[in-house]
């Protein structure tokens, strides 16, 4: 438990680290100023990575609690915390990336797009940016953003295209992603915050929730590949669509992977069962590795650490966001998590919605629907994000992929999002 001088130092570092992540480029381009290899240009290309940021400034708020109180009380602080979020999105992240489990998604989204009747890449796109998130309600959201975000690298961003195009589909993905895996309980981080305590069940989330993501969606990857049309329909799809790929993974290990995938949803919750599963997955790897590629885990263990110091500062921030959630009514808050998802996990806003008693059905909705409406506005909105961040940013010129541009671009396909899931 945290004393008022705790919580108010705590704030006051979340707000630094929210306007550090905007500065990423700034420091990035002081890196280059200085000779390469030396201190100060390798001090600001460490500060400029975005999923660093929340660790050094949970680092230095840790530095401050044991001085404030005792080294004791700040390792209790610490322990006291549930890292089960960050530690789930390394392994799914590290899993979903491999060879195999590309095989299978690649080929799926791949005999999708064969019926889409559209050139170019135009077909590609549209199903990359609209069944790829869906998936997410089966397999996570982590393991949607880290699939999607590797094929339309390679496939779409990885091609001669503008750099409005280049930013229309990250924020179409970053939003399609966070309301895509809201038609099951399990796949979404802010579902799963909030599912179990309010009875929510699959049928509940497709009713109430699913259908309307569903087709916000749709919509919303139907608008950028119509905006887009002219670009991507002059585009020569690279090979021969989705589902080419040279030495693809035997069927079988195709299997276990996605057994491995399902084993660590299914034991999500449980730390030590999910490093369990990947130290077993990590065996397997090592011994069919001709038919593996490169493991992502230093991108994973990247996400995870931007993860655990988002937990670790936000644990800080109930004390001005729980009474806004209690106090709101139901447009207020449906409204206000949407903008406060902006600067915070939505996970974390459920989170604090569930420890609100007697709080109605209307005001539930209302705040799972803001939560993961919002998820697309900047890279610390929703879980997944960073995932994604990570692996598309070298596809970004100057520097990777500006704040500010995604804010930008997320705007419309969150007002569609809005449109559709507001009470």
């Given amino acids: 438990m945290l004393d008022t001088t705790s919580q108010s130092v705590s704030t006051v570092l979340f707000a630094g680290a929210v306007i550090h992540t905007f500065l990423t480029g700034w420091f990035n381009r002081l890196a280059e100023q200085h000779p390469e290899g030396s201190l100060k240009e390798n001090l600001f290309h460490f500060l400029g990575e975005i999923e660093v940021v929340f660790g050094i400034w949970a680092a230095i ?27 789930f999105v390394f392994a799914i992240m590290a899993v979903a990336a491999t060879r195999p489990v590309l ?45 999607t975000a590797l094929l339309l690298r390679d496939r779409v961003l990885g091609a001669q295209i503008s750099n409005k195009l280049r930013y229309a589909i990250l924020g179409t993905l970053f939003v399609n992603v966070s309301i895509g895996g809201v038609l099951t309980p399990f796949a979404a981080p802010p579902v799963v915050m909030v599912a179990g305590k309010w009875g929510w069940d699959t049928a509940h989330m497709i009713s109430h929730f699913g259908w309307r993501a569903a087709v916000a969606v749709v919509i919303n990857a139907a ?33 276990i ?53 988002l937990v670790v500062l936000g644990a800080g921030q109930h ?3 729980r009474p806004l959630l209690a106090e709101a009514n139901v447009s207020t808050m449906f409204w206000g998590t949407t903008g406060l998802t902006a600067i915070t ?9 569930a420890q609100v008693p007697d709080l109605g059905d209307a005001a539930k909705y209302a705040v799972v629907a803001g939560a993961v409406t919002g ?49």
């Fill in 103 to 147: 095989t299978a998604a690649s080929g799926f989204l791949g005999g999708v797009a064969r019926m889409v009747p559209l050139p170019g890449m135009m077909a590609e796109c549209l199903v990359l940016l609209s069944a790829g998130p869906l998936l997410g309600s089966l397999i996570t959201e982590p393991a949607a953003m880290t699939v």
């Fill in 345 to 353: 996990d939505n996970a974390a806003l459920t989170y604090l919605a």
């Fill in 223 to 255: 608008a950028l590949t119509i905006a887009f049309r002219r670009e991507l329909g002059a585009l020569r799809p690279p090979g021969n669509g989705i589902a080419k790929k040279t030495n693809h993974a035997p069927l079988a290990l195709v299997f």
């Fill in 375 to 423: 998820g697309g506005l900047t890279v610390i909105a929703n879980a997944p994000n960073p995932a994604g961040y990570s692996i598309l940013r070298d596809s970004f010129p100057h520097g990777g992929i500006k704040p500010l541009s995604l804010f930008v671009a997320a705007l419309l396909p969150t007002a569609v999002a809005a449109i559709l899931l507001m009470p």
């Fill in 319 to 321: 004390w001005w966001l």
């Fill in 257 to 309: 992977h996605l057994a491995f995938l399902t084993a660590i949803v299914a034991v999500a919750h449980h730390i030590v069962a999910v490093v369990g599963v990947f130290m077993m997955f990590l065996g397997v790897v090592q011994i069919t590795g001709e038919y593996q590629d490169r493991l992502q885990v230093r991108e994973s263990l990247l996400v995870a650490f931007f993860l655990a110091g």
């Fill in 61 to 87: 708020f840790c530095g401050f609690l044991a001085w404030h109180t005792d080294f004791t009380h700040s390792i209790h602080f610490v322990e006291g915390l549930s890292f089960t979020e960050p530690v």
